[in-house]
């Protein structure tokens, strides 16, 4: 069984940059895809980034494209999101999720995804 836990979500001001964690267990790592997804009160889950098993391939959703990046450091069996240029419509809690495959690249379906953290609150606001 895979655990994922998120960290870094905090409150933020418009503007300000902020960078989640998601650390991985019991698994092996290097093999998953990692995704990035973010739900919004009262809003569906929305996909954000994803990176293959390497870290060569990324893929962002249009809404973050420029200002997020995702990556990974597969030797301590973690994937982060840098954020900046923060606007109050980030504010959501934000999801690292990992999938076994094998699917057609880029993988932005949640429900492709095989094993969920329980998500990172991230609040930007004045």
């Known amino acids: 069984q895979v655990h994922l836990v998120e960290s870094g979500g905090r409150l933020a001001q418009p503007g300000d940059s902020l960078k989640l964690s998601c650390a991985a267990s019991?698994?092996?790592?290097?093999?998953?895809?990692m995704g990035w997804f973010r739900q919004a009160p009262g809003k569906e889950r929305e996909f954000v980034a994803v990176?293959?098993?390497?870290?060569?391939?990324?893929y962002y959703a249009d809404s973050i494209k420029g200002r997020f990046t995702i990556s990974r450091d597969n030797a301590k069996s973690t994937v982060y999101l840098q954020m900046s240029s923060l606007k109050p419509e980030d504010t959501a809690v934000y999801y690292c999720?990992?999938?076994?495959?094998?699917?057609?690249?880029?993988?932005?379906?949640?429900?492709?995804?095989?094993?969920w953290g329980q998500g990172t609150q991230v609040t930007v606001s004045t």
């Open positions: 990176i293959n098993w390497s870290g060569y391939n990324t």
């Open positions: 999720a990992a999938s076994n495959g094998p699917y057609t690249w880029p993988i932005v379906r949640a429900s492709r995804y095989d094993y």
């Open positions: 019991g698994g092996n790592f290097g093999s998953f895809v």
